[in-house]
């Protein structure tokens, strides 16, 4: 069912949403992010937006934050028209944006983020006082538990993003925004956010949940609303939907959910791995006594939640971190000391790599499209006029042949990457990697961040890649994408194997307890 959002026909009995967004436009110069969107958000529920990358999601819900001003159009707050310049505006009427990469001082505690930018005076110490009081009642009421006194840089993830809600809280927001809230979660914290938010909402608080996952939508939300290319396309009760009918209305046509893929044919094997272990800088043995093969045509997925050594287990095997054992790709020996120039050597052995955060490890942000897909390949001959010489010309018309064939959009090389969105910058990543056709893909959370189109587009691709004769090394946190994509699921806890099983003998609770360090009765 699609719910009226014409601000002409509200019964004047009814009262006034929480959110009220009428005819709200945005153009980047010829790039129309918001075309005419109107939207209501009721009080005391939980709102979801959704949208392929691009979409115009997280520009509407900037300017409804005050980080962009609309061109045309009117936002309401309770029934009044609200003019919101800038985020302290937004502050003011009661609005928290919690963001997908946080806003925290790392070296600073707990409660000297919630304070910052709201100290109740030139003298710290009883602005200090007044938050310790305010984040006990807050995490009584919920169930935010975080140490006050903790350093930012010493919490998990799921406790920063805590720290976040908790900033807002402690500004008094009554609406509150979460973009991508779960990109960085394990799915442990995920569903302990997800009782956050209906804490929250038992509170009486209006809450805007920005995601790609229509799990996440079905599981948590009481509306949500669609948006392609700018425009909105339908509110529905999250009720009345399914996830088949979200999807295409995301992407404007049928989408696969799941995976379509023949059985594996694996060959010889490509990967050899005995008794790897990695030592970090801090004395802490991250992997203890790997080992695995992995063969030409088949995909080994490597579950577990994030931090047990499948970090490290891609770094050494991509050459930019150190570890001992052995390790052999093709039969013959890699060097696993981590000196600079292994990773050079690896991609020259036909080992191709897409880092698990495109943002540290994937891409310069501030470089261009082309100049991206050129790093790690800029001495490839066909990117070369002569021995000292890089063809410009050469590697932005052989960026724009990958990004046309990877729907990478907008489809200009000479952009910034950090003008794409999330979805399209890890698009260049895959197309700069999987076009160089390797032996081997190392390749960590294809999907962080995607959206669902782009999703499907992604694991088609590595499937190719398989079906090609290639092996491929999969790690990824998200459960329905290693069983989905994987034909071998091996599971990782605290450095270590715990066990292996093919993808087809296997379920979430038997991964679930194997994440969880008990083998399940594996030898």
Known sequence: MIIDTDPGRQNAAAPAPAIELRGISKAFGPVQANKDISIKVEKGTI??????????????MSILYGFYRADSGQILIDGKLTQIPDSQAAIRAGIGMVFQHFKLVENFTVLENVILGVESGPLLRPSLAKARRSLTQLARDYELNVDPEALIENL????QQRVEILKALYREADILILD???GVLTPAEADHLFRILRNLRRQG???????????????VTDSVSVMRRGEMIATLRTAETSPQHLAEL?????????????????GRAVLEVENLRVVDDKGVERLRGIDLTLRAGEILGIAGVAGNGQSELLEVLAGIASGTGTARLNGEALDLSGRRSDGQTRRAAGVAHVPEDRHRRGLILDFTAWENVAFGYHGSPGYQKNALVMDHSAIMADTAAKMERFDVRPPDCRLAAKNFSGGNQQKLVLAREIERNPDLLLIGQPTRGVDIGAIEFIH??????RDAGK????????LDEILSLSDRIAVMFDGRIMGERPADQTDERELGMMMAGMNGGVA
Not at 460 to 465: D, E, N, S, T, Y
């Open 460 to 465: 088609q691709r590595i499937v190719a890649l």
């Open 47 to 60: 709102h979801g937006i959704i949208g392929e990358n691009g979409a115009g999601k997280s520009t509407l």
């Open 156 to 159: 998990s993830v799921g406790h």
């Open 471 to 478: 092996a491929i090394l999969l790690v990824s946190v998200e």
């Open 250 to 266: 995301m992407v404007g046509r049928k989408v696969l959910l799941r995976v379509d893929k023949a059985p594996a044919r694996p």
């Open 180 to 182: 991508e809230p779960t």
């Open 205 to 219: 608080k209006t809450i805007i949940l920005i995601t790609h996952k229509l799990r996440e939508i079905m599981e």
